[in-house]
């Protein structure tokens, strides 16, 4: 077992700031999944739009000029930081990016500091009723926490969620706001438990692992797990679709959260599909215990194929 000094992260400032949410939804064309990977260096920025928001749930869109790159998925971003907004930029590229970035003392009281967007919400538990999300992704940073637990447990804070799968249920049990799959990047860490750095000295690739839930409201150590799911290397873009919703296997409903991920496919059926109230999926870059975190999405980014039958 790897043994890791441990650093504490400070909490940030309290309040929550109650802003209705705007959704909206648009089909865009996806990107041609054969684009080449590209090698070039990113200079991550100091800081972004320090003023415009403070340490507590700040609702806002884009307002730097342009298109806004991920606004296929929702116009609305979510944002639990404190020192940096969403932002959009080429970082070097041929592309523009939307760039989701997080410090660890940006922990807003007891939330953990995030900034996402959502997808629509499947709100009748029907099958064929379903939301995906669909787009590039690069991963510059993933939270690091050092304590001294394995990556693959779920003691260890390593790391940075950039999607996950969420959706209330009936019977309570864990969170109002359950997630139910959670896809996580964490760093590679050697048999020593020092992060391993390519020759540029930055964070040589990343493991992402699904956290699932083993129990509807599951959380913490006993409630979910971690299956692996691939490796990314540092600033090399790959493709990332999940979906959940509903569907019937051997006449029976089922509650799936499907994913591709730098071309690894995979499916999780959600225990107790019967107590599902809804379904939807969140996307940017959420939890940083230690350090910094910096996640960018592609523009085309999209949330596509939503249906809600009635």
């Given amino acids: 077992m790897k043994t890791k000094f441990k650093q504490l992260a400070l909490g940030g400032f309290g309040g929550l700031l109650q802003i209705g949410l705007l959704m909206s939804c648009t089909n865009d064309v ?4 054969n684009v080449a990977a590209n090698d070039e260096d990113i200079t991550v920025p100091t800081s972004n739009n320090l003023t415009a928001v403070s340490c507590s749930q700040v609702l ?15 116009a609305t971003i979510d944002d639990r930081s404190c020192t940096y907004d969403y932002t959009q930029s080429t970082y070097g590229s041929s592309y523009d990016w939307g760039v989701y970035r997080l410090l660890a003392t940006d922990d807003v009281g007891s939330l953990q500091t995030r900034i996402e967007r959502a997808s629509s919400t499947v709100n009748n538990i029907k099958t064929g009723n379903y939301v995906q999300i669909t787009g590039y992704c690069r ?3 993933a939270g690091t926490f050092t304590d001294s637990y394995p990556a693959t447990s779920m003691s260890d804070k390593d790391g940075t969620y950039l999607i996950q799968a969420k959706g209330t249920h009936t019977g309570g049990g864990g969170s109002a706001d359950p997630a139910i799959a959670l896809f996580i990047a964490k760093p590679v860490r050697d048999s020593n438990g020092d992060v391993i750095l390519n020759a540029q000295g930055k964070t040589d690739s990343f493991d992402i692992y699904r956290e699932e839930i083993v129990s509807r409201g599951g959380s913490g150590t006993s409630g979910r797990q971690l299956v692996f799911i691939t490796n990314v290397k540092y600033n ?8 959940t919703g509903f569907d ?9 959260v499907k994913s591709t991920i730098n071309g690894v496919s995979s499916t999780f ?4 599909p019967e107590r599902a109230l809804q379904a939807k999926l969140r996307m940017g870059a959420y939890r940083c215990h ?21």
């Fill in 236 to 243: 090399k873009d790959f493709w990332v679709d999940v979906s």
């Fill in 30 to 33: 996806q990107e041609s999944k």
């Fill in 248 to 256: 019937t296997v051997n006449g029976t409903l089922r509650h799936y």
């Fill in 290 to 310: 230690g350090g910094s975190a910096t996640i960018l999405w592609r523009k085309g980014t999209t949330q596509a194929n939503f249906v809600n039958n009635p």
């Fill in 60 to 74: 806002y869109t884009w307002t730097g000029g342009g298109t806004d790159h991920n606004v296929g998925v929702n």
């Fill in 139 to 141: 991963v510059l940073e």
């Fill in 269 to 272: 059926t959600v225990p107790e």
